[in-house]
């Protein structure tokens, strides 16, 4: 407290005027409320706050006068002390507080929340609305905004005549509920009395829901869209947790999607370093992978071999003892696949795509079978394949495919099958907080489900055997949501350890082996038909408190395949990467209610897993030292198309900067006599690398002439290679004169 009178004037605060004197003071230079590095505008505020919590306070040794206590001062210093308390309470709950829009976490701000209270959550929407109110902010309100387009006008029209059609839709649905009600009370009636009544031999028909259409050797059609968002995906399909990353991330741009789809690039908070640290050293990053194309191919287990091997799995470990578990369907294969081409230097083939490809065990009667009723056997298998190069490898499975005799087939299951791919030390941890093995009184556990939930000491999918895969049915997550910590083994406890090393060792996956659930259409069709999100939180309520929801008749299993794999390649530091990925292939449309819990497991580590879009992605590829597709395969057709199209953004970019603020390639001066950009600047020009025939490399007369420096070069290296340089000076302004003519 500081001492003063009752009558002192309280200092007057630096910022009481600050909007008549501007933001620059006598001695704040010109950074004052930039909040950079010297700090002016900072120290200004802090000041202020300072002030404002200081309470000035009045000595009572006035009241004191020759030994004796003068009430009346002593009074007037006491009354003076608490008035000066409220007036710093009031200040201080004025500056010291933060507003409403900034109390949400940094993950769920909104650009527009700072005058549009419906962009902050519903239990701050009133503080928020009150302090626009006292701030006199213009609120923004849908009902007086008014559309400044003719697009805009019309789309405001369309909004509203379809919520007038869906009330009068909801109207009529409430008539006839209730009359639906009164003639069951009516029907109840009469057959107490015995007569012949409305409801007397009535017969009802139960029919099989309907299974989604997957039409053989042909292109599916994406899922059933809601009329509401039909219109924005005419040309692309959304994801499973589209309407979720929107909100959060930066997508695709509506008229630009990536491979047919909205993708996410991105998050829209600063996350390069969280990235680095969560795949890295704690924490978990995850990637709504759905767009990844995965294409069934089945038949028998010699025509499924002829067809693979002409795919490009053509290695002898594959088929041989050493590819026995792979073709069991316990290990997975993830390798290049190629096709044959006629003609070219690459002997006859032409790389594709990398894949990832999964068998589906055999039954158990089958396996005690004779070789001939072995061969007999239809298998099973998934091909997932990068969405830049499906249309590649489903027309050459096709074209493979119908070469066969037993005739062979395939299916699209672009839509049936969505993934969520998860790398970091803590990535099993959230696996098992999310998944729970789905078991009722009259089914068990199954075995891989077992194993799955006992690797809770481990840290890394990259620990399991090469290519380890576990398939098993698992509970809807909504009913154990939010999800909880998954209690952390003892480090100090040695038996907990040994068992997770025998389990590792000997690996029971191996044996007593069962089909996945989700190869097979039935058991994907009837896992759709989930219970409603109403139903759930009945349920819900119903319960006991501090008691889990389990799964009852009316919950279908959810078949799913966790497929682990070691990161390929080595870090920056020349060291083998040590963390591997978890790969969740699931149902389409169970992916949004797994990726709900998964973004909002608690780690132990502290936290929440940290989602990343296709930037990210590039990014951990960078830091393991390993090339992504299809960004770094040009020798492929989708690299070839994805490096063409940012060439075009490159130039297109190039050519709309003026001639004073673009580089000027023919002039660059590249040291030792060098002159101009080696081939062309504004592409990765592995033509000109490599000297092939393409209107973006260098002329043949120019080509001569490099040869012929190359030919006249000393041999003890001593001087550099001169390469020809980029198209000249006046190629690039006659360029950029057609590019601002058209």
């Keep these: 407290m500081s001492a003063a009178g009752p009558n002192s004037k309280p200092l007057k605060s630096a910022f009481a005027n600050k909007r008549k004197q501007g933001s620059s003071g006598d001695n704040g230079g010109g950074n004052n409320g930039a909040g950079g590095g010297g700090g ?38 006491r009354e003076f002390e608490i008035r000066a308390l409220e007036e710093s309470m009031r200040h201080t709950k004025a500056e010291a507080t933060s507003r409403a829009f900034q109390q949400v976490p940094r993950g769920l701000r909104r650009r527009t929340a700072s005058h549009n209270a419906k962009r902050v959550p519903k239990r701050l929407r009133r503080r928020a609305l009150k302090e626009m109110a006292e701030d006199n902010t213009p609120v923004v309100l849908s009902k007086r905004r008014k559309p400044k387009t ?23 649905a409430m008539k006839a509920e209730k009359a639906k009600a009164k003639d069951k009370d009516g029907e109840g009636d009469t057959d107490k009395t015995g007569d012949d009544g409305p409801g007397k031999g009535a017969v009802t028909v139960t029919t099989r829901p309907p299974r989604p259409k997957i039409r053989r050797n042909q292109l599916n059609d994406p899922p059933q869209r809601k009329s509401k968002f039909r219109k924005r995906q005419i040309n692309k399909t959304w994801l499973p947790t589209h309407l979720w990353h929107a909100k959060r991330a930066r997508m695709t741009e509506p008229a630009k999607p990536l491979w047919r789809f909205a993708i996410p690039l991105t998050p829209n908070e600063k996350t390069y370093r969280a990235t680095h640290r969560s795949h890295g050293d704690k924490g978990a990053v995850v990637w709504d992978t759905s767009y990844v194309s995965t294409i069934g191919l089945y038949g028998s287990a ?16 594959c088929w041989n003892e050493r590819g026995r578990k792979w073709r069991e369907g316990t290990r997975h294969w993830s390798g290049f696949l190629s096709r044959e081409v006629k003609g070219g230097s690459s002997g006859g083939r032409r790389e594709v795509c990398p894949a990832t490809i999964l068998w589906n065990p055999l039954e158990p009667v089958a396996e005690d079978g004779n070789e001939a009723q072995t061969a007999k056997v239809q298998r099973q298998v998934f091909v997932r394949v990068h969405p830049s190069a499906f249309l590649e490898v489903f027309n ?14 395939i299916e699209d299951l672009r839509f049936e099958i969505g993934s969520i791919e998860l790398t970091g030390p803590a990535s099993t941890e959230a696996l098992l907080g999310i998944l729970h093995p789905y078991h009722t009184q009259e089914r068990s556990r199954e075995q891989h489900a077992d194993i799955f939930k006992g690797l809770n000491s481990l840290v890394s999918p990259a620990s399991l055997p090469l290519n380890a895969t576990l398939g098993f049915s698992i509970m809807d997550p909504r009913l154990r949501y939010p999800p909880r910590k998954v209690p952390q083994p003892d480090p100090d406890d040695e038996e907990e350890q040994n068992k997770s090393l025998d389990l590792l060792a000997n690996w029971p996956a191996d044996t007593n ?13 009837s896992a759709t038909r989930l219970p409603s999100q109403k139903s759930i939180d009945r349920r819900k309520g119903a319960r006991r408190p501090g008691t889990d929801l389990s799964a009852s008749d009316a919950d279908p299993p959810i078949p799913v395949i966790l497929v682990a794999s070691r990161a390929a390649g080595n870090n920056i530091n020349g060291k083998s990467s040590s963390q591997g990925n978890w790969t969740v292939l699931a149902l389409w449309r169970c992916i949004q209610p797994l990726w709900h819990s998964l973004v909002h497991f608690p780690l132990s580590s502290g936290g929440n897993p940290r989602f990343s879009g296709l930037d990210q992605i590039r990014q951990v590829a960078f830091e393991r030292a390993t090339p992504c597709f299809p960004f770094d395969f040009l020798g492929t057709d989708a690299g070839a198309a994805w490096e063409v199209e940012q060439r075009r953004l490159r130039k297109a970019s190039w050519e709309r900067r003026p001639k004073s603020k673009r580089v000027a390639w023919a002039s660059l001066d590249l040291g030792a006599g060098r002159k101009g950009e080696v081939g062309c600047g ?21 080509r001569e002439g490099e040869v ?17 340089p980029s198209p000249s000076k006046k190629e690039e302004e006659g360029a950029a004169a057609a590019g601002d003519a058209a």
Excluded at 42 to 67: F, H, M, N, T
Excluded at 396 to 408: A, G, H, T, Y
């Design 708 to 724: 012929k420096r190359r030919a006249t070069a000393s041999v003890d290296g001593d001087e550099m290679d001169v390469d020809e």
């Design 40 to 77: 002016g505008g900072w120290a200004q505020k802090r000041v202020k706050i300072r002030q404002d919590r200081e309470i000035a306070a009045q000595s009572s040794d006035a009241a004191l006068r020759d030994g004796e206590l003068d009430l009346q001062s002593f009074l007037n210093a």
């Design 513 to 525: 082996l069962k089909p996945h659930g989700l190869f097979h259409r039935d058991a994907r069709a």
């Design 396 to 409: 050459e499975l096709l074209r493979l495919v119908k070469m066969q005799n037993p005739r062979m087939y």
């Design 682 to 702: 504004w592409a990765c020009d592995v033509e000109f690398l490599f000297r092939e025939e393409t209107t973006t490399t260098t002329t043949d007369k120019g």
């Design 302 to 317: 010699k025509g499924v071999e002829q067809v693979l091997r002409r795919l490009g799995v053509a290695q002898e470990s």
């Design 150 to 172: 003719t697009r805009a006008r019309i789309r405001a029209e369309t909004a509203k005549r379809l919520g007038m059609l869906a009330e009068k839709k909801r109207r009529r």
